[in-house]
T-cell receptor, first 114, second 115 residues
C-alpha cells in the first residue's frame, strides 16, 4: 500500500532549533497539503501545492515556516527558530485534482519543542 | 472563529445500536461536507461525503444527513461495532473554489463503542 508517508514520526527539539519534515504523497496525486493539529482541535490548513506550485498559505504559517515541493513529488516543511507553541502534529495529505477527490492523510509528524 | 462545530467531545454507544454524531457549520458558502475517522497515532481516514445538492448519502453502515437550512449534518452508524471506536471529524469546503479542496475541520467527537 503506497499511501502518504511522513518522516520522521516523532521529533523532539529544543526551542530555537530548526526542524524539517518530509512528506511523500501518493504517487499519482498532484495536490499536496500540510495541516497542523493541536490537542483537542481538528486539523488546521497550513498550505497546499498543485504540482510544484505553492498556491495558498494560511495566516497560521508565520515567516518561520517554509514549505517546498521542488519537483512536484515529495514536500518538505521547515520550521526555523522553533517555539514551544509550534508543538503539534503536522499532517500531510494528497489528492487528485477536482471531482471532490478526498484528501488522503499520512500518519503525521509529532513535534515537541522543549 | 470556529466555522465547523462538533459540540459533543465524546459519545458512548452500546455495540449493535445506532451512533449519531452531529456537526454544525456557520459558513453558508460551504457546499461539500466530509466525515473523517481517526485512530490514535494514525492520520485521519476519509469515511463518507455529501454534496449540498443532496440531503442524504449512504455507504454501507454509514449514512450522512445534511440539513442546509439548519446548517447541520449528522453521521449515523448502524449497527455500531467495536472497531468504530475512534475520533470522528466533520469537515467542509467551498467546492466553488475549484482548485483547492481546503478543508475546514471541526474539533472532533470521540466515539466509544461498548461491547
Amino acid at each position: 500500500d503506497t499511501g502518504v508517508s511522513q518522516d520522521p514520526r516523532h521529533k523532539i527539539t529544543k526551542r530555537g532549533q530548526n526542524v524539517t519534515f518530509r512528506c511523500d504523497p501518493i504517487s499519482e496525486h498532484n495536490r499536496l497539503y500540510w495541516y497542523r493539529q493541536t490537542l483537542g482541535q481538528g486539523p488546521e490548513f497550513l498550505t497546499y501545492f498543485q504540482n510544484e506550485a505553492q498556491l495558498e498559505k494560511s495566516r497560521l504559517l508565520s515567516d518561520r515556516f517554509s514549505a517546498e515541493r521542488p519537483k512536484g513529488s515529495f514536500s518538505t516543511l521547515e520550521i526555523q527558530r522553533t517555539e514551544q507553541g509550534d508543538s503539534a502534529m503536522y499532517l500531510c495529505a494528497s489528492s487528485l485534482v477536482g471531482h471532490n477527490s478526498p484528501l488522503h492523510f499520512g500518519n503525521g509528524t509529532r513535534l515537541t519543542v522543549t | 472563529d470556529q466555522q465547523v462545530k462538533q459540540n459533543s467531545p465524546s459519545l458512548s454507544v452500546q455495540e449493535g445500536r445506532i451512533s449519531i454524531l452531529n456537526c454544525d457549520y456557520t459558513n453558508s458558502m460551504f457546499d461539500y461536507f466530509l466525515w473523517y475517522k481517526k485512530y490514535p497515532a494514525e492520520g485521519p481516514t476519509f469515511l463518507i461525503s455529501i454534496s449540498s445538492i443532496k440531503d442524504k448519502n449512504e455507504d454501507g453502515r454509514f449514512t450522512v444527513f445534511l440539513n442546509k437550512s439548519a446548517k447541520h449534518l449528522s453521521l449515523h452508524i448502524v449497527p455500531s461495532q467495536p472497531g468504530d471506536s475512534a475520533v470522528y471529524f466533520c469537515a467542509a469546503f467551498v467546492h466553488a473554489n475549484f482548485g483547492n479542496e481546503k478543508l475546514t475541520f471541526g474539533t472532533g467527537t470521540r466515539l466509544t463503542i461498548i461491547p
